[in-house]
């Protein structure tokens, strides 16, 4: 059974920081594109940032140059370092994996494995 479990979540204030992770297990990990959506209240669920199995990364242009993704497939892990956090970036974070490049096209809904999703609230 494919699990994904987010952590990192929480309050941070405008131009901080928080770090996200997603733990994965029940699927061939090294094989998998990854990634981190969100979505906030109000909007559709977008995508954050992706990882390629051979890590190619990819952004959406409103955190380029302020997040980070990150995979380290031995621990079957994903991470998300946000840093320069404003308050659009206030929305539930899911982690997400899918065989056949959903989650690098953006096709959310058609991507196979998703985590519970963890809050991030960018607030003074």
């Known amino acids: 059974q494919v699990h994904l479990v987010e952590s990192g979540g929480g309050l941070a204030q405008p131009g901080g920081s928080l770090g996200l992770s997603c733990v994965a297990s029940g699927f061939t990990f090294s094989t998998h594109p990854m990634g981190w959506y969100r979505r906030a209240v109000g909007k559709d669920c977008e995508m954050v940032a992706i990882?390629?199995?051979?890590?190619?990364?990819n952004y959406a242009d409103s955190v380029k140059g302020r997040f980070a993704i990150s995979r380290d497939n031995a621990k079957k892990m994903v991470y998300l370092q946000m840093n320069s956090l404003n308050s659009e970036d206030t929305a539930v974070y899911y982690c997400?994996?899918?065989?056949?490049?959903?989650?690098?096209?953006?096709?959310?809904?058609?991507?196979?494995?998703w985590g519970q999703g963890t809050q991030v609230t960018v607030a003074s």
């Open positions: 990882i390629t199995s051979n890590g190619r990364t």
């Open positions: 997400a994996a899918d065989p056949n490049y959903r989650v690098t096209q953006g096709l959310v809904g058609q991507i196979s494995y």
